[in-house]
């Protein structure tokens, strides 16, 4: 069992910087991907990173990709997602989720968080 619990977001300027944390119970944290997911007003969720369970592999979405990064720190059950460069585009609720394998789709994750609104303004 692993319970995300997100935090971190608010309200930035375009070209700011939010890093993201994303805190999970359990003895078995490090067992699992991390997924980043954001849902936009009027959007679906959608994928937006994943780190492995030792943090030594990661990806991201093409939106996301030279602006985000993901990392873990397994002591401390947290993983990290630091957004640099924001747009308004990104604005939505970012969520985390775990799954026992590498997936960028929504329904491979079991455990979710209950998402940090993330806003950019122009």
């Known amino acids: 069992q692993v319970q995300p619990v997100e935090s971190g977001g608010g309200l930035v300027q375009a070209g700011g910087s939010l890093r993201l944390s994303c805190a999970a119970s359990?003895?078995?944290?490090?067992?699992?991907?991390i997924g980043w997911f954001r849902q936009a007003p009027g959007k679906g969720r959608e994928f937006v990173a994943v780190i492995s369970q030792n943090g030594d592999y990661t990806n991201y979405a093409d939106s996301a990709k030279g602006r985000f990064t993901a990392s873990r720190d397994n002591i401390r059950n947290t993983v990290y997602l630091q957004m640099n460069s924001l747009k308004p585009e990104d604005t939505a609720i970012y969520f985390c989720a775990a799954a026992d394998h590498y997936s960028e789709m929504v329904g491979q994750y079991v455990y979710w968080g209950q998402g940090t609104q993330v806003t950019v303004s122009s």
């Open positions: 359990g003895r078995t944290f490090s067992s699992y991907y």
